[in-house]
Nanobody, 114 residues
Framework: QVQLVASGGGLVQVGGSLRLSCAASGSVFSINTMGWYRQVPGKQRELVAIISTGGMTNYADSVKGRFSISRDNAKNTVYLQMNRLQPEDTAAYYC????????WGQGTQVTVSS
């Protein structure tokens, strides 16, 4: 089992920044992919950004140039730096971990007010 603990959500004004963190613990494999998805009520969960242990990244088109994902492999922690936040970024953000298994963390709410 892998446990994921996310933090860093909150309320921010349009154009502001937030940084999300997610730490993995338990039976974490040395090769894995971690990242963030988001979901608003009534819609499907969607990819925001993911990063492999080797540093390969993938971003949703809607966040490219504004969000940056990084990780500290020694700490099994992934970070999402979110800049120039917009109202459409408002969602519950979920940390994800994948190797041959798939785990989700608890959601952390990000609300961007105009």
């Amino acid at each position: 089992q892998v446990q994921l603990v996310a933090s860093g959500g909150g309320l921010v004004q349009v154009g502001g920044s937030l940084r999300l963190s997610c730490a993995a613990s338990g039976s974490v494999f040395s090769i894995n992919t971690m990242g963030w998805y988001r979901q608003v009520p009534g819609k499907q969960r969607e990819l925001v950004a993911i990063i492999s242990t080797g540093g390969m990244t993938n971003y949703a088109d809607s966040v490219k140039g504004r969000f940056s994902i990084s990780r500290d492999n020694a700490k099994n922690t992934v970070y999402l730096q979110m800049n120039r936040l917009q109202p459409e970024d408002t969602a519950a953000y979920y940390c994800a971990y994948r190797d041959s298994r798939y785990y989700w963390g608890q959601g952390t709410q990000v609300t961007v007010s105009s």
